[in-house]
């Protein structure tokens, strides 16, 4: 393998839909080695009418989410591509669930800390139960245009992850 063969390998804390192997699988067409954290510091909330969570600042929070191990720069812009531009990548400590041992990693968190759309907390769980397929779905176009843009915009596909999305005018 030459240097140019090679690129920086990141560890990113992922915290809401990227904590299920169908979904990195779909996004970085592989599943890297996943490994249990806690992210003190921030809280996970909802966002109204969408199908996705986001993380900000809060002083007591605690997130439990996975580190994805190992990813090149391509898989890290697939990420940001896919999570747009109201979020934004940050250095965080993590701390490992199995050894407690802190780790720096980065992160995705939500760029607006004031948006009044964020309220309650996000589960994992629920998520799973009521909006996976739908989520996966969304994803799957999304990469699809990704590949092949044919002229459509981002903005054509963000609709897919709003819970209930605005009726056309």
Known sequence: ???????PSHNVFVYGSFQEPAVV???????????????HGYHLYRLKGRLHPCISPSENGLINGKILTGLTDSQLESL???????????TVEVVLTDTLEKKQVETIVWANKDD???YGEWDFEEWKRLHMEKFI???????EWKKNPDGRSREEFEKFVFDDPPAAA
Do not use: H, W
Not at 1 to 7: K, P
Not at 80 to 90: N, P, Q
């Open 137 to 143: 779905e969304a994803s799957t176009k999304f990469m």
């Open 25 to 39: 699988k779909l996004i970085l067409e592989c599943v890297p080695v996943m490994v249990s954290a806690q992210l």
């Open 1 to 7: 393998m030459t240097s140019s063969d090679q690129s």
């Open 116 to 118: 009044p759309n964020m």
């Open 80 to 90: 940001d591509m896919i999570e747009g531009t109201e979020y934004v990548r940050k």
